[in-house]
């Protein structure tokens, strides 16, 4: 494999290709912001705007400029989102609306702890990038009420009956070992450390079924027994193999091995189960024990599932030499740019069938915005210029 070449294909989808179409079509530069809902050429087809993908793309571009160059261009659209983000995007509290009107009035009210998250790293990605404190102190403040929330995320907003069947989800400390690394500099080194050891034990320890060898999306909050129910039957191989790149990043900085090492064999056992052996392609949800899913997208073959694979695979190979790794790499790469790459607009389709046939041409839209696409292309590109 020539990884140099695979490197520079990558760098060049990213700065040629994706990172353009955002900065051209995604900038409000009427009232601030981004849109998220782009057709296929990029066109707007709905101006409502996220915050979660609001907060991922000023911290994308804030990231890049932190990190690959100090583009103008990229520092000022991460400026002016923060800047709509810092002024509507929440209730004067650091509480995060879920989604504003194009003009910034709320819609949808704070419910979803990742407006929060997102919100925390862009902000934290923007003070780097702008040395402005006043960015560094609204991270500072949401990531505060993130902790405060932790325990119930969704607070008067949850749809569950108290009481009844308590459940927790891995969403949350699988984003809060990613979130933690990106906003280390700002917070206070043992907050952090207490943060990270908690992060660890509930996705290794907890979540983590080694009878199973797969990570399970819900679990009891009362006890972190398995449900028999929908929701505690549910396995979303695409978020386990994106929250195993989150630990190997972790065993890096933290200088311990071993948990890469379970990492990638917790990675390696998702991806075999994941994998459509008919079709080729991840599911995007299964059940732990064959049942018929209750999500009607459940044979979907998404975007951002096949990208974080594709990361979590190849940095398995990095780090650790696993020749496995590597081929799982090659194949979602081959599988990635027949299927996801669109050869005639910039930009990747989110959603194909479990044909791996186009299914929605959007470009970005409610979930999909800018940040798994360049994200990827960028940690991708990264990686592989190190491989040897």
């Known amino acids: 494999m020539d990884f140099q070449k695979l490197a520079n294909q990558y760098k060049t989808e990213l700065l040629d ?8 079509h995604s900038q409000d530069k009427q009232y ?11 066109s707007v087809y709905d101006t409502d705007k996220f915050i979660w993908l609001q907060g991922r793309e000023v911290w994308l571009f804030a990231m890049l400029y932190n990190k690959v160059e100090k583009r103008q261009e990229w520092l000022d659209c991460a400026i002016q989102g923060g800047e709509f983000l810092k002024k509507y995007g929440h209730d004067g509290d650091y509480n995060w609306y879920f989604s504003l ?3 910034g009035k709320p819609i949808i009210d704070p419910y979803n702890i990742f407006s929060y998250t997102f919100a925390t790293m862009a902000f934290a990605q923007l003070a780097i990038a702008s040395g402005n404190d006043e960015y560094a ?3 500072k403040k949401t990531f505060d009420r993130i902790l405060e929330k932790r325990s119930n995320p969704k607070g008067k907003w949850t749809k569950a009956h108290a009481g009844t069947r308590p459940m927790k989800d891995f969403a949350l400390p699988m984003i809060l070992c990613n979130l933690a690394l990106e906003i280390e500099q700002l ?18 320890e907890v979540f983590y079924q080694k009878d199973l060898g797969l990570i399970v999306e819900n679990l009891s909050a009362t006890d972190n027994s398995l449900i028999d129910c929908f929701e505690g039957r549910t396995i979303n191989p695409g978020h386990s193999l994106e929250a195993m790149w989150f630990i190997m990043d972790l065993g890096k900085r933290l200088n311990r091995p071993e948990l890469i090492d379970q ?7 998702t991806i075999n189960y994941g994998w459509d052996k008919q079709y080729g392609g991840i599911f995007y949800f299964m059940d732990r024990l064959g049942h018929p899913q209750q999500q009607l997208e459940w044979d979907q073959k998404l975007w951002w599932v096949h990208i974080e694979s594709s990361i979590a695979m190849l940095k398995g190979y990095q780090l650790t030499g696993n020749k496995e790794c590597l081929a799982w790499f090659e194949k979602l790469h081959d599988y990635m740019w027949t299927h996801f790459k669109d050869t005639e607009y910039p930009e990747w389709f989110g959603y194909l069938n479990r044909r791996g046939e186009m299914l929605l041409p959007l470009k970005g839209g409610k979930w999909k915005g800018c940040f798994h696409v360049p994200r990827g292309l960028y940690q991708l590109w990264k990686i592989l210029e190190e491989c040897k």
């Not at 849109?35 to 296929?40: G, H, K, N, P, Y």
């Not at 952090?192 to 509930?202: G, K, Y």
């Not at 990492?263 to 056992?269: C, D, E, F, G």
């Open 137 to 139: 102190q609204i991270a």
């Open 32 to 42: 601030g912001g981004y849109f998220s809902c782009l057709d296929r050429d990029g």
């Open 263 to 269: 990492a990638v064999k917790i990675a390696l056992s």
């Open 17 to 24: 290709s994706v990172l353009p179409f955002w900065l051209e």
């Open 101 to 103: 009107t194009r003009e």
């Open 187 to 204: 917070i206070d080194p043992k907050l952090i450390d207490q943060t990270i050891e908690v992060c660890l034990h509930e996705v290794m």
